[in-house]
């Protein structure tokens, strides 16, 4: 079950919706698992996509042109009726910035996997100008390329310093926040300083669950 819907309250972990359709509780405890309904909601939100998330849409269609010969305007073509089949949903226009930012940064996902998934090396590095940075890093530090540089096989840094003699596999990792840093950005964090270093590079940590940590393999 899918719905749309408009977000009114959060308090703690409840959070109030208004559905943009009466909720079917019948179904959804039909598709239940030991009568746990289940569902999906969507968030809808009604701003247009913004002037930064268009330019890097762009620059990403560039940089996909550049590696594989097509021009541009077929890329963007290709990528679109991709998302559309991966969304099952009709082809959409991106003209005058009509999708809103939630789509236009779920488009961005979708294009930035599809770059680590062949991998194609983008140029588009100013994540401080993306209002999806924290989507965007998440998949860096999936693929393990660096948050600085895009250099591949990077390492996983913490952001709060772990401590000398801690056993890492102790440790709970799902306190920290981490940041993926090639090695010879991992080096720089450490001779000038983490505030410093962040602050240069204009980076922002993420947090994972104790899940994502898991499937990352981070401290095994």
Do not use: W
């Amino acid at each position: 079950m899918e719905y749309e819907g408009k977000l009114l309250r959060v308090q703690g972990d409840e959070i109030t919706f208004k559905l943009d359709r009466e909720f079917d509780i019948t179904e959804a405890q039909r598709m239940s698992i030991k009568g746990n309904p289940r569902s999906i909601i969507r968030l809808v939100d009604d701003r247009n996509m913004t002037r930064d998330q268009n330019s890097m849409i762009h620059a990403l269609f560039n940089d996909i042109s550049l590696y594989t010969g097509y021009p541009p305007e077929y890329v963007k073509e290709l990528m679109k009726v991709m998302f559309s089949g991966y969304k099952g949903i009709e082809t959409f226009s991106m003209g005058s910035y009509s999708i809103s930012q939630l789509f236009a940064g779920e488009f961005i996902e979708y294009i930035l996997g599809f770059c680590f998934d062949n991998q194609i090396p983008f140029k588009y590095q100013q994540f401080h100008l993306s209002s999806d940075i924290t989507r965007i890093l998440f998949l860096y530090l999936k693929h393990r390329t660096c948050f600085v540089c895009g250099e591949h096989h990077a390492d996983v840094a913490h952001y709060e310093a772990v401590g000398a003699g801690r056993n890492r596999k102790k440790i709970d990792h799902s306190q920290h926040r981490f940041m993926a840093l090639c090695r010879k950005h991992h080096n720089e964090q450490h001779t000038i300083g983490i505030e410093t270093f962040m602050k240069k590079h204009i980076l922002v940590p993420i947090k994972l669950t104790p899940e994502q940590i898991k499937e990352f393999k981070i401290g095994a």
